[in-house]
């Protein structure tokens, strides 16, 4: 039952990471080249959350309930996207303090190996 299940959600993730674009930008911001583009990409909750308010007032005018998976779909996306702006500062200062210590380390070290 467990492996039915993990290979339910691995095939609804692939389907989601080719077809909708929101998962793939999150994955570009997340690596070291995409952390500036962290704040910017805010701004692209801004439609999500439209969407979802779009749903929201066509089930309230009585269409399908189908219509709530969208909208879910629509504000967990929007909320992925207004986190990962501070969350993606966050990580720029980490990697920027890790590569500010490891270039002092190996002027160190040069230094080291010049005075021997």
């Not at 002092?104 to 070290?109: D, K």
Request: hydrophobic fraction near 55%; charged fraction near 15%.
């Amino acid at each position: 039952m467990l492996r039915i299940a993990f290979a339910a959600v691995t095939s609804v993730f692939s389907l989601l990471t080719r077809f909708a674009p929101g998962l793939r930008l999150i994955t570009r911001i997340r690596r070291r080249d995409g952390l500036k583009w962290g704040v910017p990409a805010m701004l692209v909750a801004v439609p999500y959350y439209l969407a979802a308010g779009i749903c929201q007032r066509f089930i309230e005018d009585g269409a399908s309930v189908w219509l709530s998976v969208p909208m879910l779909w629509c504000l967990v996306m929007g909320t992925a996207f207004i986190v990962l702006g501070p969350v993606s500062l966050i990580l720029l200062g980490i990697a920027r303090i890790h590569e500010a210590v490891d270039e002092r380390l190996s002027a160190r070290q040069r230094a080291n190996f010049g005075h021997r």
